[in-house]
């Protein structure tokens, strides 16, 4: 059943004048044309938009073969090679010379690279690859952290077909090993290690750890040389980057792909099961990346453009490495963490590199205000953000209040928020305004872009009333979306395509519709997803990592609201022995904490954990999911809990460390 939302917000923005009149989509007439467009023949629209964006090797016949649904395939015929995109063609395009990566280092040494440059370094590497005997369809893990490097690994795979799955360098030995395995990865490219806030961070080891456990079929380790530390070696397997790269031609002709060609796994956690390898396909999650830029974040050439996110993730992906390379963007890229060595580090940066478009995480806008509150020296007023014109956001709601600093404090009122949502699965943002075309109101994503036929719906995949809440659904394909789930079809048919919605994606976030301007709020995950600082964790993939320490008997994981990071991890345990109290719970409590971090990653670290004799279920042992986030949340209790065997529990669960 659908839910009555009450809450509306009533402050609203509208384009200015100015605004309108440079926007690529040039105001709400435009907007609505486009989606008339689509809506009248989306064949015709997504044909005409491929023919127009894309440049292709052979040109395609067919735009949509759906005849075996969900398994579509977009421009079937066509073929093309994604690097070319983002590097031979702005060339060809005049801009060799332009700058296309700034990198600022974590100790603030800037690093610049032109068009040619870049080109001439993925050429390099990308032959270097072809050396070690890697080609199209094979599949590469990179496993690195924010840097020129990183891009040049990602776009000398595109170049010559291989297919690569970026790993966070957040993620565990276990976690990056699960990824090797699963993909058949026959290489990696990884550093010595990353910078992050003055810490020098290990990569190599991890890999080297990895790889003990099985190696699979890697063959090769590729290391760019990042921090100079003493790492162990294995002469047989690793090469460093920079001689393999210097030693190859500076020419390397794209390899051309069928357009459904597979262009990179990305890995992301689930409701059940293991993390699942989504799956892209090189033409139409392009087309997108390409229109994306050019409609929401209104792509203009002299833009220099700053999205924050880590390569490791999706919008690093599309708003990094893709995106912006396509349309030709001078970008800046950081190594480091926006705390360092002072939380006003993006809003200097901004101001040093003339940043036009700037585009991070709401988890991001709370530290920074609350830093900003305690210390007023790093506060966004006190550097000269004369050079924005825009901001975005992604990754989770985002609240009207931190909106309405973002924009007034960051933005000076002047600079519209593009409320990105969208999702690893949908290549590229689904729900957004377009700043020249559509009113903002703080905590709202708005409505759905051209072409995205987005609803909200109820168990049967009605489309429910508006005010009234219910699931996220896209009811037609869009060329960005998944293809498939790596290895595992039956998987990417349930998960997102389950028969009792008729065959619509399903987004696995629950959405309400305004019922007066239709614009679309976001209220978060409806299934066991966490969303902790805009990062993805299933509670069954931190359960599970904690039932695999030998004194738990049993665990299970909620997520509580959080200021800063939406969501905390808070974890119910039950262990094998006599339930701790004091110092020894406490010391337990720190154990379980490094264990998971060992296991997945620091990013699923537990916040809180409890102990408890039991866990609270229903006569059939179903865990009580509910009651235990009202315990994590502190919140009195509104379930019926007459059918709990051992009430006492609960006074136990509810006791913090
Ligand atoms: O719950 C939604 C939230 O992040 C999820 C997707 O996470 P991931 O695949 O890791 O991709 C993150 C970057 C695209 C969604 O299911 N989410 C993302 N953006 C928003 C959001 N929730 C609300 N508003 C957003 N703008």
Redo the contacts with the bound molecule.
Sequence with gaps: MSTEVLHREHRHFAPDATWVAQANVSGHAAYLALVREAERDPEEFWGRLARTYLVWKTPFQTVLNDRNPPFYRWFEEGTLNASHLCLDVPIERGMGEKTALIFESDDGTVTTLTYHALHERVCRFANALKSLGIGKGDRVIIYIAMSIEGIVAMQACARIGAIHSVVFGGFSAKSLQERILDTGARLIITADGQKRGGKIIQLKAIVDEALSMGAGMVEKVIVYARTGENIPWDSARDLWMKPLEESQSPLCIPTWVEAEHPLFILY?SGSTGKPKGVQHATAGYLLWSILTMTWVFDHHPEDVYWCTADIG???GHTYVNYGPLAVGATQVIYEGIPSWPHAGRFWSMISRHRVSVFYTAPTAIRSLIKASNLDPEIHPQRFDLSSLRLLG??????NPEAWMWYYQQVGNSRCPIA???????TGGHVIAPLPGATTLVPGS?TLPLPGIDAAVVDETGQEVPPGHGGSLVIRRPWPAMLRNLWGNPERFQKTYFPSELKGYYL???GAVKDPTTGYFT?T??IDD?L?VS???LGTMEVESALATHPMVAEAAVVGKPDDITGEAIVAFVVLKQQRPAGAEAQQLASTLRQWVTREIGPIARPRDIRFGDNLPKTRSGKIMRRLLRSLACGEPMTQDISTLENPTILDQLRETL
């Design positions: 992301t993730w999706i919008t956001t992604v990754g989770e709601p985002i409320d990105t949502f969208w999702q690893t699965e994503c987004a696995g976030d976001i978060g995950r997803v969303n805009g990062h993805r």
